[in-house]
Structure formats: C-alpha cells, structure tokens
C-alpha cells in the first residue's frame, strides 16, 4: 500500500492504494467516483478518460500512486452540484449520447481537446475523437455536441 | 392520419430526460454499485478449444488470503438444474439440445469456456486467485470449421448429440421452386460467406447476486434487456421459485441482443452468492467479452438464383450453415426468420431454403443486432452480381423487381403481406439525393487518374413488428402491456417491461403518454428496470416503438378516461365535458373550471370516496400492435479504395428510410447511425478471428477494431413519408435496420469501385489486405 | 483484466534507479509513461517482481539543442515533444512522426524514451530513430554509454539496454538545410500502429538529392533501414522511375512478419506503395523549405 494525497475536482483527497491499482480503479472503487468508466482496461476505448494536470489521460493507463501530487478532474467534477457546463449542455441539445457508457470519456477528452483548439473544425474534432470508441452513435451527433459547444463557447 | 391530442412531443426531438445522468457522471451502471460484505468473482477459463478436464486443483487458489471461495463446475452443478440456452426456451425451442452444465465438468469446449469461479475480496485478488487454479487437460483435435463440424467424422463436442449438427432447419418450399428454375433463361450459383463478428457493448457483462438466506430471496443487480427474462431464466436454473428471485437493472452500457435472460457465469455467479452467503459481484472485462461472451453472422450460403435476361429475380434456392458455436442458442434459431425475410419487398416467385447449424469449438452464436440480417447480405449481393452479369445498373435491377405497393398488397413469397411498404419511393428517393450520373461522370474521372470510387445501393424491409398477422402476435414478442398510474402527486407513471439500453425509452414513451393524456412531459415518469414492479416486457426485435408506443398510447387513453370519471365527481360536470391539456383538468368552455392534476390526483388518494367512485387511478393496458407494418428502405454509400494498400474510406452515406410515424426525430436518426456504424465496422475491420487450432486471435481491442470516428461519415437520413395502416399507433421499429442493410450498401460499393479489375465479391469482410488479394486474383483470371 | 502484484520503486534520481537496477536487473520493469507497459502487465503478460517507477525523476526531461544534436531527456512526455518549437525546428522528422503515435491522450503520458526503449517495431519513433542514426545513452552504476540507433534495436521489443542500465537521453540530430521529411503509415484506423510505416528524410540540393534515409516500421522484428534503396537515391533527381526503383529495392529482401491485420505479401506490397508516396512527399517538403 502507498499513501498518495491528491486533488480530485478540486478537493484534496487521500488513500492507500495498492501500487498495482489503476487509477481508474482508485477513482471508482476508493472513492466511489463512479462516473469514469472501464471498457478495455488496455488503453484503447477512452471510457475511462480523465483530467490530469490539464491533460486528458486514460485513468487505466496511470496507477493511482503516480496520481499522487496531482490534480484530477473527472466526469463528476466539470460543473458544479451536479449541473452541466456548456459541452453537456450542447451534447444535451444535440443527443450526443444514448447508452451513455462511453459518455464521461467522451466528455472529458472533449473538455480537453476544446480548451487547447477551441476553433476545431470537424475533422479535426473527429480525429480528436478517434481515440474514444462508442458503440451506439455512429457518432455523428457527439461530433455535433462538441462542434455546438465550440460556438457556443465562442459567441460568450 | 389520426392526430394525437395536443402532439406537442410526438414527432419532435425533445431533449432526453435520460442525458443529466448520463452527461455528469450519474448514470448507475452494474459495475458501480457496492452492496455491503460484496465479493467478486472471476472465472478460471480454457486455453484450450477442445479438451477433456482431467482434474481442477483449488486447493492453492483457496489458501491465497482474501480468497473466499473457489468453485468447481461439479460443485456448481450440484445445486443447479440443467436445462437449455434461456433464449431458446424463450422463443419455444423443442428439438434437442446439447446437455450442458454452468462450468465446464468434464470438458471444456472452446478457448474460454469458464472451469471454476474464485470469488474475493477484490477482482485482483480474485484474478490472483484464478492463476493458482491447476487444470490438467487432455488435448482433443479441434473442430474449428463448420464444414468438419458437419464430417460425421469429426470429433462431437456433446456426447449426448453423438454429431456436431445443432439443428436442421429442413427444406421448406414457397412457390413453384422446380418450374421456376426449370424455366428461367439463366440460373446462377453463388456461395457467399458472412464472417464472424460480434456485438461489443461498451458494458461488457455482469450482475451482482445478492441471495438473503433467511428470506430465501435471490436479489440480481443484472445488465439485461430484459428483468423478468433473466429472472425466469435464473429461477429455472438455480432451482428457485420465479417468485423468489428479483432482477433490478439500472444503466445499461449497451447490449445488441447480447444481455438476455442469464449467461452461464452469470447463473454461476448467482449460485456462488447462495453458497458464499454474500453478495458477489462480476462483471466481465474487455478480454473476456470478446473472447466468451458470444459472438455472431458466421453463415455460410449456396445459392441458386434464377433470373430473366432482362433482369428479374424470379426465384432463389439457398442452402445456409450456422456456425453455431459451441453451446449453441440463438444460432440454431435464426434461420426460419431469414427465410421468412429473404424474398424482402420484391416480386420473388419462388424460394426454396434450408439450413444447417454446425456445432464447433467456438465462443456460442449469440443474437446480434438483426440477428438474421444476413438475408439481406445475400439478396442485396446476388442482385448486384446478377446485374452486373446483365449490364444493369444496381438501381434500375432493384426498381424492376421491387414489388409496388398495390391494394391487396402484394404478398412475399414466404406468406406475408407487403402492406404499406415503401420500398419503391426509397429507392427512388435514393436516386434523387444522389446524383447517380454525375457520380459516374466522377468515378471515370478518378479512374483516369488513378483513383478507385464506387457507389452502391442496398435495400431491406424489417417486420419492425411487421404487418398484424391472422394469428395476433404470439409468443414472448407477443402482447405488450403496460400500468399506468395516476400518483399522488401528479406523476403519470409508466410502469413498462422495456429495459432500454440506449434507446431512449423513458423519453420517448414518455412523449407519448404526455401528449395523450395531456400533461407536461416533465409530468411523465417511465419507470422500468424491477421485475418486482413491471409487467413482463423484453426490448428487442426493434418492437418497441410500436408495441410500447401503442400501449403507452392506448393506455394513457385509458388511463386519461378513467381520471376524467374521477374528476366529473369533483368537478360536478360531466366526463365528457372535460379536458386535460398542459397538466389542468378543465370543462370545456370555462377556464375558470380549471383543476391541477396534481390536485385530482392528490385528493383521490386522501380522500374517501362512495362505492360508486372510482379514486383508483391506474389502468393495466395490454396492445396487441395494431395494424403494425414494415421498416426498412434504401440505403447508398459512396467509397474510395486505395488500390496500393486496400484501405476502404466511406466517402458519403445517404439513408432514405421509412419507420412509421417517428416519435423523436433524433432518436431514429440516431439508431439509424450507430447500426450503419456498426455495419461499416463489419465489413471494413471487425471480425472474430479463431486459428486453425481454435486458439482465439482477437481477445483485445487491438486486434478486434470498433470503428471510430474517423471510419465512419456524417449519414444523411431522409424519412419517407410512410403509409398509415393503424387509426392510432404507426411508429414502428427502427433499431435494427441500420445494422441489417449496411454492410450489402458498403460491399456493393466496394465491388464497384473495383469493377474496372473485374472483382466480384461474395464475402463481407473486407480488411485492406483481402482488398489487394482481391484484385490479384481477378487480374490473373481466377 | 487487472495488474498482477509487484514491489513499487520511486526513485528521485537516476543513481537512485540505477541503484534499484542493478540490484533486480531482469526481475525489474522500469514504468515511464505506462502507455506500452500497462497494457502488458493488465494482460498479465508481463509480471516483473519490481516496478521502478521513473516518473518521479526530473533530471530525465527536457529538450535542449547544441552542437547539431537535439537531446531529449527519456522522460520527456511525447505531447512536450509535439508542442516544442525546438524539435519543429531541428528535427522536423520526429515533427512529422510525433502527431502520428496513437492519440492525444497517450501522448499526455507516453514518453520519447519509454517509446525507444519498448522498441516496438510497428511504432513511429523507433522509425525515426533509425532514420536519422539517433544516439542513446545508457547509464548504469558502472558508467555511461552511448549507443548508435543502428545498435540499439536487437531484436522483437528487445534493445541492448543491459537490465542495470536506464535509458537516460535520445540524441537526434539537427536537419540540414534543405531537408524535407515525411511520415507514411498505412494503418487499419487513426492512430492505430502501422501495418507499415516509412520515415524518409533528403536533403535536395540544386534539385539533387543527398544523404537519404529511409527507415521502415512494421516490416519485420526491428526497424529497417532500406539502405540498398538510399545508396540508389544518392546524388539523383526526383522522378516517379527512380522512386519506382528506389521501392523495388527497398522491399525486395523484405521478409515482414504476417498477422491479422496483413499477410507478409500484403506488407510487402504496400512498403514498396509508402517508399514511393514517401520518397515524394519528402521531395516535395524539400521543395518548399
């Protein structure tokens, strides 16, 4: 077991990991932050896409021991009590989503990719996304979410 | 067409109440939820494809700490009650099955069938556990090829079978097979394949099983598309009363036909909880889905076509074989469904078809998204072959056979009548969207340069829930039924057997009942997911905007007329007079009268009324589909091929399509989406790849490839103007439809753009290197 | 499919992990970005007895140019990579190739020298590498060496790092004027491996091509310099029939490694289509600088 503290949604938290557990795990079972998801645990669909140091990364990839000193942001975390910031809301308008399985990391790598290209055209939006698998969309409409929140951003 | 009420929702795009969940991180999944004093399981799986089980030593598994149990196939068998597949017993199978136990006992009959369950602390201490299991195996040669399975002389897989032929669908006739083959001008013979691929949802797998001893209730925390299914399926298995077993389900990651009723590590986790005496939870990973939770589409097709010199389908001869897998289930089934669906919406005189199901050392054939989609796979191809031979194009050979809408309606070949199908309009409508002539003047361009474009064009009808029958609907996908219930504090709650898992059921169904009875959609509850609290239902066979939309309709109706009953007494007016529009009952002519239903609903449950007054306000609504009707449609995809490497890029991809009324536009389109995507992804880069030796090649995702957002184009969907059967109810089923006609859209297309090397294709998957083996085989003549 | 258990070291130095080194040689797996070792030790295909968790040492990032080399510390994310102006401006082949590893989120966390070290033989940057006779140095408790990229690849995911030596620093050196770059990667999807990748670099000068390089990814166990193919491109000008030759050399003794994405046939094929596509994307990048 190593203890780490950490920022998680800007609270400091603390624990005592086994050195092999994922972060994806730490998040879900030791904090029951349950909103970042598992699909592959081999670093492939995204699911489990988080916030970290500014960086979207995928929580299956990192042990939650090298978490320590760092600041996480997750799904739970983007818009406060629970409310939507302005990508949920346009993925809300533009029925991004319908089992929602893939959605937090979608919404995460999103928040990411928008805040370092907040002009992104659609292809490149696309491939921005490609790293993200979901398996109900065909996604058209995430693309449009994410497009929707770039103009929206854009005309604040 | 008859309007609904105020039909301020049916019909528009209204936002889902599911997406606050689902969009911050709130959404509950299986794998999130804890129970107190809850272990976790993991499964000792085969390496081997085909082996008898020598010995299973536990006894280091057991001894690692924070291992709580380790249990064998015979430990599980004794307490469990054999019987079949629960999809066959659901859908009435009664030929024989293959005997088989939750754990592998005795042998052990394709890489990852499970051995033993330890059960932990922890899923890492449980995968510790399952490494310190010792199996002894004794090698049996493997039988990995349909064509051995049905060799008399390959090694049987279920003793008590004797061979590995799961079921023969015989040879049924429709027309005049021998007069119209005998008398057409040209008859062509085709083997076409369809390859294995498979559902992967999101979610894999899982459940936690929770049995109380004391109360002798199984409590099951399932991923499942349907609760009262699974908890049959449990109850049957586990030897308990049905009613004695509760199946909950929550968020759903997904499913594709692939969460129904109870696998065999789920009743095997659900036995573990009775004999560990505390909950367990599994759920599988990423390796195991892909590896055991099933896999589907591996049919093998020789077909006969026979057809006139100028261009018309006359009648097809086929003869199918099902890899069915091992522990075959829905496999053995899918073949009376696609002969029922092969002649599709055109003048098919004739057809004659049987099928073999082939038992192998495989994961089993699972259901899978339009489980018997590959009818249309070898219409769809056979016609463009056929056309090709004639020099027609694939749009005009479809339009000469297509069967125009006619009153009586024409009727298929197979029995049923094409009411109300607009397959005609969609493919003209298909022509219009597309500039076939201007894209030809494109392609040649291209191919002066170099560049390889094809376009292609597929259609398909889907009984999405298909035409009323004489019969009525039977079965499980029979009757639906629906409570509703007036609470009290205003909510109209729908209290439905549909277990969405992405289709959006609480907002749609929701949109109904609001606009019928007359309430805001807020107002609106669906309340699904607890076999203690819903009527039977099961989501599937894209039936659900029919049968579910129409006895949320009807039912609302009802429910809505009863309410007025109750509120004529309080309002002292007649039931007629009164309304109900935006959540106030009012009398017609007098505003003033208006009374919140909120407040009806409140008084009816606090107050005491005469025997003469009806307070309670809910209705038990059954709907047998109405008039139902026919999906389907035309689908066109234009692609490019890179002739030095193979990769296929899907340029464009145009749906006209026709699913009845729509309840909400984006939720069609977005079926409509993630079918195509899931068909672009079989032909281009899914496939379930097994060795010669059974051994299993595609057990991550680097190897088993989803396509992602770069594989797959913006779709442009154009909804047909359907026909009206039903006074009522014309939303019909839209789900799998996308999956059923995009993979014939796609190959054809690729056949196209490769027609200048004289390809022809009679197979579905098409990664970048069969592409370039393609066109080497067609250039040196073969 | 969770990790098996481990012993977990952070060292704060490199003598600290050397120390950790010499002590467990092969029974330690070092962790740099995780991106290729995770996945392993999830598979439970690698079980290493000790974890040396490297994230923790500072000295090993950082990019500085000097005396023609550009040195990347092994612990420099490949984002950092990606967003350097240095490296955009010296090393315009690790430019091209860097946008090409997997996708944004690996980047975050991968390294140049977990990436180097790993030696996957369908990744980029052993390509590139290759391509451009990149410098690695190695430190032990014994010392320091510097190892030529044409020594460092030895075999399936197997360089000549000795398991008491971390890889500390990845040398490249600085283009010349008038080099023009291109990566080619024929992939089944973005940001998938390569079924086979090119890296080529030229230097045109007078419209005179000099000092080519051409090394392929997933061709076989290591990555390829197509040597036979440079010594033909030296001193010639562009054309489609030189770049025609140029792919029969560089892929006629290749024997590439078959698997479910591609037969060795099919990777045959489609390196001699990259050697052209290549050849003239790098000639055409020259002629723009």
């Given at each position: 077991?190593?203890?780490?503290?950490?920022?998680?949604?800007?609270?400091t938290?603390?624990?005592?990991?086994?050195?092999?557990?994922?972060?994806?795990d730490f998040l879900?079972?030791?904090?029951?932050?349950?909103?970042?998801?598992?699909?592959?645990?081999?670093?492939?669909?995204?699911?489990?896409?988080?916030i970290?140091?500014?960086?979207?990364?995928?929580?299956?990839l990192?042990?939650?021991?090298?978490?320590?000193?760092?600041?996480?942001?997750?799904?739970e975390?983007?818009?406060?009590?629970?409310?939507?910031g302005?990508?949920?809301?346009?993925?809300?308008d533009?029925h991004?989503?319908?089992?929602?399985?893939?959605?937090?990391?979608?919404?995460?790598?999103?928040?990411?990719?928008?805040?370092?290209?907040?002009d992104?055209?659609?292809?490149?939006?696309?491939?921005?996304?490609?790293?993200?698998?979901?398996?109900?969309?065909?996604?058209?409409?995430?693309?449009?979410?994410?497009l929707?929140?770039?103009?929206r951003n854009?005309?604040? | 067409m008859a309007?609904i009420?105020?039909?301020?929702?049916?019909?528009?795009?209204?936002?889902r109440?599911?997406?606050?969940?689902?969009?911050?991180?709130?959404g509950r999944?299986?794998?999130?939820?804890?129970?107190?004093?809850?272990?976790?399981?993991a499964?000792?799986?085969?390496?081997?494809?085909?082996?008898r089980?020598l010995?299973?030593?536990?006894?280091a598994?057991?001894?690692?700490?924070?291992?709580?149990?380790?249990?064998?196939g015979a430990?599980l068998?004794?307490?469990?009650v054999?019987?079949?597949?629960?999809?066959?017993?659901?859908?009435?199978?009664?030929g024989?099955?293959p005997?088989?136990t939750?754990?592998?006992?005795d042998?052990?009959?394709?890489?990852?069938?499970?051995?033993?369950?330890?059960?932990?602390e922890?899923?890492?201490?449980?995968?510790?556990?399952?490494?310190?299991?010792?199996?002894?195996?004794?090698d049996?040669?493997?039988?990995?090829?349909?064509a051995f399975?049905?060799?008399?002389?390959?090694?049987?897989?279920?003793?008590?079978?004797?061979?590995?032929?799961?079921?023969?669908?015989?040879?049924n006739e429709?027309?005049?097979?021998w007069?119209?083959?005998?008398?057409?001008?040209?008859?062509?013979d085709f083997?076409?394949?369809?390859?294995?691929?498979?559902?992967?949802?999101?979610?894999?797998?899982?459940?936690?099983a929770?049995?109380d001893?004391?109360?002798?209730?199984?409590?099951?925390?399932?991923a499942?598309?349907?609760?009262?299914?699974?908890r049959?399926?449990?109850?049957?298995?586990?030897?308990?009363e049905?009613?004695k077993?509760?199946?909950?389900?929550?968020?759903?990651?997904?499913?594709?036909g692939l969460?129904?009723?109870?696998?065999?590590?789920?009743?095997a986790?659900?036995?573990?909880?009775?004999?560990?005496g505390?909950?367990?939870k599994w759920v599988?990973?990423?390796?195991?889905?892909?590896?055991?939770?099933?896999?589907?589409?591996?049919e093998?097709?020789?077909?006969?076509?026979?057809?006139?010199?100028?261009?018309d389908?006359?009648?097809l001869?086929?003869?199918?074989?099902?890899?069915?897998?091992?522990?075959?289930?829905?496999?053995?089934?899918?073949?009376?469904?696609?002969?029922?669906?092969?002649?599709g919406?055109?003048?098919?005189?004739?057809?004659?078809?049987?099928?073999?199901?082939?038992?192998?050392?495989?994961?089993?054939?699972?259901a899978?998204?339009?489980?018997?989609?590959?009818?249309?796979?070898?219409?769809?191809?056979?016609?463009?072959?056929?056309?090709?031979?004639?020099?027609?194009?694939?749009?005009?050979i479809?339009?000469?056979?297509?069967?125009?809408?006619?009153?009586?309606?024409?009727?298929?070949?197979?029995?049923?009548?094409l009411?109300?199908?607009?397959?005609?309009?969609?493919?003209?409508r298909?022509?219009?969207?597309?500039?076939?002539?201007?894209?030809?003047r494109?392609?040649?361009?291209?191919?002066?340069?170099g560049?390889?474009?094809?376009?292609g064009?597929?259609?398909?009808?889907e009984a999405?829930?298909?035409?009323?029958?004489?019969e009525?609907?039977?079965?499980?996908?029979?009757?639906?039924?629906?409570?509703?219930?007036?609470?009290?504090?205003?909510?109209?709650?729908?209290?439905?057997g549909?277990?969405p898992?992405?289709?959006?059921?609480?907002?749609?169904?929701?949109?109904?009942?609001?606009?019928?009875?007359?309430?805001?959609?807020?107002?609106v509850?669906v309340?699904?997911?607890?076999?203690?609290?819903v009527?039977?239902?099961?989501?599937?066979?894209s039936r659900?905007a029919?049968?579910?939309g129409?006895?949320?309709?009807?039912?609302?109706?009802?429910?809505?007329a009863?309410?007025?009953?109750?509120?004529?007494?309080?309002?002292?007016?007649?039931?007629?007079?009164?309304?109900i529009?935006?959540?106030?009952?009012?009398?017609?002519?007098?505003?003033?009268?208006?009374l919140?239903?909120?407040?009806?609903?409140?008084?009816?449950?606090?107050e005491?009324?005469?025997?003469?007054?009806?307070?309670?306000?809910?209705?038990?609504?059954?709907?047998?589909?109405?008039?139902?009707?026919?999906?389907?449609?035309?689908?066109?995809?234009?692609?490019?091929?890179?002739?030095?490497?193979?990769?296929?890029q899907?340029?464009?991809?145009?749906a006209?399509?026709?699913?009845?009324?729509?309840?909400?536009?984006?939720?069609?389109?977005?079926?409509i989406?993630?079918?195509?995507?899931?068909?672009?992804?079989?032909v281009?880069l899914?496939?379930?790849?097994?060795g010669?030796?059974?051994?299993?090649?595609?057990?991550t995702f680097m190897?088993?490839?989803?396509?992602?957002?770069?594989?797959?184009?913006?779709?442009?969907?154009?909804h047909?103007?359907?026909?009206?059967?039903?006074?009522?109810?014309?939303?019909?089923?839209?789900g799998?439809?996308?999956?059923?006609?995009?993979?014939?859209t796609?190959v054809?297309?690729?056949e196209?753009?490769?027609?200048?090397?004289?390809?022809?294709i009679?197979e579905q998957?098409?990664?970048?290197?069969?592409?370039?083996?393609?066109?080497?085989?067609?250039?040196?003549g073969? | 499919?969770?990790?098996?258990?481990?012993e977990?070291?952070?060292?704060?130095?490199v003598?600290?992990?050397?120390?950790?080194?010499?002590?467990?040689?092969?029974?330690a797996?070092?962790?740099?970005?995780?991106?290729?070792?995770?996945?392993l030790?999830?598979l439970?295909?690698?079980?290493?007895?000790?974890?040396?968790?490297i994230?923790g040492?500072?000295?090993?990032?950082?990019?500085?140019?000097?005396?023609?080399?550009?040195?990347?510390?092994?612990?420099?994310?490949?984002?950092v990579?990606?967003?350097?102006?240095?490296?955009?401006?010296?090393?315009?082949?690790?430019?091209?190739?860097?946008?090409?590893?997997?996708?944004?989120?690996?980047?975050?966390?991968?390294?140049?020298?977990?990436?180097?070290?790993?030696?996957?033989p369908?990744?980029?940057?052993?390509?590139?590498?290759?391509?451009?006779?990149?410098?690695?140095?190695?430190?032990g408790?014994?010392?320091?060496?510097?190892?030529?990229?044409?020594?460092?690849?030895e075999?399936?995911?197997?360089?000549?790092?000795?398991?008491?030596?971390?890889?500390s620093?990845?040398?490249?050196?600085a283009?010349?004027?008038?080099?023009?770059?291109?990566?080619?990667?024929?992939?089944r999807?973005?940001?998938?491996?390569?079924?086979?990748?090119?890296?080529v670099?030229?230097?045109?000068a007078?419209?005179v091509?000099?000092?080519?390089?051409?090394?392929?990814?997933?061709?076989?166990?290591?990555?390829?310099?197509?040597?036979?193919?440079?010594?033909?491109?030296?001193?010639?000008?562009?054309?489609?029939?030189?770049?025609?030759?140029?792919?029969?050399?560089?892929?006629?003794?290749?024997?590439?490694?078959?698997?479910?994405?591609?037969?060795?046939d099919?990777?045959?094929?489609?390196?001699?289509?990259?050697?052209?596509?290549?050849?003239?994307?790098?000639a055409?990048?020259?002629?723009r600088?």
């Amino acid at each position: 077991m190593v203890d780490i503290t950490l920022k998680i949604n800007g609270a400091t938290r603390t624990g005592s990991p086994e050195a092999r557990k994922t972060l994806a795990d730490f998040l879900r079972d030791d904090l029951d932050l349950t909103g970042t998801h598992v699909g592959c645990e081999h670093g492939v669909c995204g699911a489990c896409t988080v916030i970290v140091d500014g960086r979207a990364v995928r929580s299956c990839l990192m042990l939650a021991v090298q978490a320590a000193g760092s600041e996480v942001t997750t799904i739970e975390g983007l818009a406060p009590d629970g409310g939507m910031g302005t990508l949920q809301q346009a993925m809300w308008d533009s029925h991004s989503f319908q089992c929602g399985f893939c959605t937090p990391g979608f919404v995460m790598q999103a928040t990411a990719f928008l805040s370092d290209h907040p002009d992104a055209d659609e292809q490149q939006v696309r491939e921005a996304l490609s790293g993200n698998i979901c398996r109900c969309t065909g996604y058209q409409s995430i693309v449009d979410g994410v497009l929707l929140a770039a103009e929206r951003n854009r005309q604040r | 067409m008859a309007a609904i009420a105020a039909e301020r929702y049916t019909g528009a795009s209204i936002k889902r109440s599911e997406d606050p969940r689902i969009l911050t991180g709130a959404g509950r999944y299986v794998d999130d939820i804890k129970l107190p004093g809850m272990l976790h399981a993991a499964f000792v799986r085969s390496p081997m494809a085909h082996a008898r089980v020598l010995s299973v030593d536990v006894s280091a598994a057991r001894a690692l700490p924070g291992v709580t149990a380790v249990f064998t196939g015979a430990d599980l068998e004794a307490m469990t009650v054999p019987g079949p597949d629960a999809l066959m017993a659901l859908m009435g199978w009664a030929g024989p099955t293959p005997e088989f136990t939750l754990l592998a006992t005795d042998k052990v009959r394709f890489v990852g069938d499970p051995v033993a369950v330890v059960v932990a602390e922890s899923r890492y201490l449980a995968e510790d556990g399952c490494e310190l299991v010792e199996v002894e195996y004794d090698d049996l040669p493997p039988v990995v090829d349909a064509a051995f399975a049905l060799d008399p002389g390959s090694p049987p897989l279920f003793a008590n079978l004797g061979d590995n032929i799961a079921r023969t669908h015989s040879r049924n006739e429709f027309g005049d097979v021998w007069r119209t083959f005998a008398g057409a001008d040209r008859v062509a013979d085709f083997h076409i394949d369809v390859h294995r691929h498979q559902n992967v949802p999101m979610e894999g797998r899982g459940c936690i099983a929770s049995y109380d001893a004391d109360l002798g209730v199984l409590t099951v925390y399932a991923a499942t598309q349907s609760v009262h299914v699974s908890r049959i399926a449990i109850a049957m298995r586990l030897g308990i009363e049905a009613e004695k077993v509760r199946v909950v389900a929550g968020d759903i990651g997904g499913s594709f036909g692939l969460k129904i009723g109870a696998s065999r590590e789920e009743l095997a986790v659900a036995a573990a909880s009775r004999l560990a005496g505390r909950p367990v939870k599994w759920v599988e990973d990423r390796n195991e889905n892909l590896t055991a939770s099933g896999q589907a589409r591996e049919e093998s097709f020789d077909v006969r076509a026979a057809v006139s010199n100028d261009g018309d389908l006359l009648g097809l001869d086929v003869k199918m074989v099902v890899d069915t897998g091992a522990y075959p289930g829905m496999g053995a089934m899918v073949p009376a469904i696609m002969e029922a669906m092969l002649p599709g919406p055109y003048k098919l005189a004739a057809l004659g078809f049987e099928s073999t199901g082939a038992i192998t050392n495989k994961a089993s054939y699972v259901a899978y998204r339009g489980p018997w989609a590959s009818e249309t796979f070898v219409r769809e191809r056979v016609l463009d072959l056929i056309a090709k031979d004639l020099g027609l194009d694939p749009v005009e050979i479809r339009l000469r056979n297509v069967a125009p809408r006619t009153d009586p309606p024409a009727m298929m070949v197979t029995g049923r009548p094409l009411v109300g199908v607009t397959s005609k309009e969609s493919l003209e409508r298909v022509a219009q969207l597309v500039d076939f002539p201007a894209f030809r003047r494109r392609q040649a361009e291209a191919r002066a340069q170099g560049r390889y474009l094809g376009i292609g064009v597929a259609s398909f009808i889907e009984a999405a829930p298909g035409p009323r029958s004489p019969e009525g609907p039977s079965g499980p996908m029979g009757m639906e039924s629906m409570r509703l219930r007036l609470e009290e504090d205003g909510i109209v709650a729908l209290f439905t057997g549909q277990m969405p898992h992405g289709q959006s059921h609480q907002t749609t169904l929701a949109q109904i009942a609001a606009d019928e009875f007359g309430v805001p959609f807020e107002q609106v509850r669906v309340i699904v997911g607890d076999s203690a609290v819903v009527p039977f239902g099961l989501t599937g066979g894209s039936r659900s905007a029919t049968m579910t939309g129409g006895v949320a309709l009807h039912g609302a109706r009802q429910l809505k007329a009863k309410v007025l009953d109750f509120a004529a007494h309080l309002m002292e007016a007649s039931a007629q007079d009164l309304l109900i529009t935006d959540g106030n009952i009012w009398v017609r002519g007098d505003p003033e009268s208006a009374l919140a239903v909120r407040d009806v609903a409140r008084r009816a449950a606090s107050e005491q009324f005469g025997a003469d007054v009806d307070a309670k306000l809910e209705v038990e609504a059954t709907f047998d589909g109405g008039e139902g009707g026919w999906s389907g449609g035309t689908h066109c995809a234009i692609v490019e091929v890179d002739v030095e490497t193979g990769i296929v890029q899907v340029e464009r991809y145009v749906a006209a399509e026709d699913c009845g009324a729509l309840i909400n536009p984006a939720v069609v389109e977005g079926q409509i989406r993630g079918g195509i995507a899931q068909g672009i992804g079989a032909v281009l880069l899914e496939r379930s790849a097994y060795g010669d030796d059974g051994s299993f090649q595609s057990a991550t995702f680097m190897d088993y490839l989803m396509p992602t957002a770069c594989d797959v184009p913006r779709i442009e969907i154009e909804h047909l103007e359907t026909v009206p059967l039903d006074a009522d109810v014309n939303f019909r089923g839209v789900g799998e439809g996308g999956m059923i006609v995009a993979p014939p859209t796609v190959v054809n297309a690729i056949e196209d753009a490769l027609s200048p090397f004289g390809v022809r294709i009679y197979e579905q998957h098409l990664p970048p290197a069969r592409i370039l083996q393609l066109i080497a085989a067609a250039d040196s003549g073969q | 499919m969770k990790l098996p258990p481990f012993e977990y070291e952070a060292p704060a130095t490199v003598a600290e992990a050397t120390d950790l080194l010499a002590e467990y040689l092969d029974e330690a797996s070092v962790l740099a970005g995780g991106q290729s070792l995770i996945p392993l030790l999830a598979l439970r295909l690698a079980r290493p007895e000790v974890l040396i968790d490297i994230n923790g040492v500072d000295e090993l990032s950082g990019i500085s140019a000097a005396d023609g080399w550009v040195a990347i510390g092994a612990m420099t994310r490949e984002y950092v990579a990606e967003e350097s102006k240095t490296v955009a401006d010296t090393v315009p082949l690790l430019a091209a190739a860097l946008p090409l590893i997997g996708h944004e989120a690996i980047r975050s966390r991968g390294t140049i020298g977990g990436s180097l070290a790993h030696a996957d033989p369908a990744a980029e940057l052993p390509a590139v590498a290759r391509a451009l006779d990149a410098e690695f140095v190695v430190r032990g408790q014994s010392g320091t060496r510097v190892v030529p990229a044409a020594q460092w690849f030895e075999g399936y995911l197997t360089t000549s790092r000795r398991p008491d030596e971390l890889l500390s620093e990845v040398r490249f050196p600085a283009a010349r004027r008038g080099t023009g770059v291109s990566f080619q990667e024929v992939a089944r999807r973005h940001g998938d491996f390569a079924m086979v990748g090119l890296a080529v670099s030229l230097v045109l000068a007078d419209g005179v091509i000099s000092d080519a390089r051409l090394a392929f990814a997933g061709v076989s166990d290591v990555p390829v310099r197509a040597a036979a193919a440079e010594d033909l491109l030296a001193g010639e000008r562009p054309s489609a029939a030189l770049f025609d030759e140029a792919a029969r050399r560089a892929t006629e003794d290749l024997d590439p490694p078959a698997d479910l994405h591609g037969s060795s046939d099919y990777r045959k094929t489609v390196a001699a289509a990259v050697v052209r596509r290549g050849l003239r994307a790098a000639a055409d990048n020259a002629e723009r600088q």
